[in-house]
Nanobody
Framework: QVQLVESGGGLVQAGGSLRLSCAASRSISSIDAMGWYRQAPGKQRELVATVRQGGGTNYADSVKGRFTISRDNAKNTVYLQMNSLKPEDTAVYYC????????????WGQGTQVTVSS
């Protein structure tokens, strides 16, 4: 089991930046992949970015070049640096951890609201 707590969301103007953090309740060194997802009102939850244990990253086309995901295993924390924010980035952002130890387990945080005004 691992609990995830997101923070760093808020209201920002278009073109601005925010940094989201996802703190895990235990070591993430054995977690295969950590990721950020988002869900806008009336839309399905979608992938934003993932980072593997070895450091490999993957981004949605809509955020490439603007967002950067990183993980700090020593602090049990994953970050999402969001630059050049657009109104269409407005959503609730969720952190997810995928563990492959003893089976495949996905753990989700409670989400943090990001609102980008035009």
């Amino acid at each position: 089991q691992v609990q995830l707590v997101e923070s760093g969301g808020g209201l920002v103007q278009a073109g601005g930046s925010l940094r989201l953090s996802c703190a895990a309740s235990r070591s993430i060194s054995s977690i295969d992949a950590m990721g950020w997802y988002r869900q806008a009102p009336g839309k399905q939850r979608e992938l934003v970015a993932t980072v593997r244990q070895g450091g490999g990253t993957n981004y949605a086309d809509s955020v490439k070049g603007r967002f950067t995901i990183s993980r700090d295993n020593a602090k049990n924390t994953v970050y999402l640096q969001m630059n050049s924010l657009k109104p269409e980035d407005t959503a609730v952002y969720y952190c997810k951890a995928r563990s492959l130890v003893g089976g495949l387990y996905d753990y989700w945080g409670q989400g943090t609201q990001v609102t980008v005004s035009s």
